[in-house]
């Protein structure tokens, strides 16, 4: 059981290059989403999505884009990368959408630089 | 809306001595409230949750955080710190009939021998 799986684990690309963030799961979750951690911000909300074909924004959905067409997969686009998006990116999932009381599981994160 | 804080960016002690890490939040309805662990160039792990059930709550290694609803806390304690526990610990809430979690910023514990 591999949990939840983030592809690729390193990345450094040049300002105005586009990538995509991959993410999957192997758990059946309902519930997927996409945070950005930076030092002394704790982790702030992207995107998620509560099931195939839904989606909706965060905290900082600025430069980013997703869709979701599976229940596994939930990738994250960066349109056209900046400096501002150097950080390290969590894809987590949980059960239970809507409940709040079931934990997310989180990936072993994408660290991202951007010159 | 809701949010939480964790009082103090980086807390140290000793091997041996009481851990106490700090998060107040602040919710409109009951919240759900839990503490992740984060230990370098890893993903979160969660420690223990609090849904409304027993008010004092008890984790993985050694962890506890009791709910004090009348201060709006949810402090993370271990009697005995162990150098293994040298990690960064992230408070989240989140409440029912949402699956968003808000985190606080999250406190490093740094443990001397």
């Known amino acids: 059981n591999a949990g939840v799986t983030q592809t690729p684990k390193f990345q450094v690309l040049k300002t105005g290059q586009s990538m995509t963030l991959q993410c999957a799961q192997d758990m059946n979750h309902e519930y997927m989403s996409w945070y950005r951690q930076d030092p002394g911000m704790g982790l702030r909300l992207i995107h998620y999505s509560v099931g195939a074909g839904i989606t909706d924004q965060g905290e900082v959905p600025n430069g980013y884009n997703v869709s979701r067409s599976t229940t596994e997969d939930f990738p994250l686009r960066l349109l056209s990368a900046a400096p501002s998006q150097t950080s390290v990116y969590f894809c987590?999932?949980?059960?239970?959408?809507?409940?709040?009381?079931?934990?997310?599981?989180f990936g072993d994160g994408t660290r991202l630089s951007i010159l | 809306a809701q949010s939480v804080t964790q009082l103090g960016s980086h807390v140290s002690v000793s091997e041996g001595a009481l851990v106490l890490l700090r998060c107040n939040y602040s919710?409109?309805?009951?919240?759900?409230l839990f503490w992740y662990v984060q230990y370098p160039n890893q993903g979160l792990q969660l420690l223990l949750k609090?849904?409304?059930?027993?008010?004092l709550v008890k984790g993985i290694n050694g962890f506890e955080a009791e709910f004090k609803k009348s201060e709006t806390s949810f402090h993370l304690t271990k009697p005995s710190a162990h150098m293994s526990d040298a990690a960064e610990y992230f408070c989240?809430?989140?409440?029912?009939?949402?699956?968003?979690?808000?985190f606080g910023k999250g406190t490093m514990l740094l443990v001397s021998p």
């Open positions: 987590a999932s949980s059960s239970g959408v809507g409940m709040g009381n079931q934990p997310q599981h």
């Open positions: 609090y849904t409304s059930a027993a008010t």
């Open positions: 919710s409109s309805v009951p919240p759900y």
């Open positions: 989240a809430v989140s409440e029912a009939g949402y699956s968003t979690l808000t």
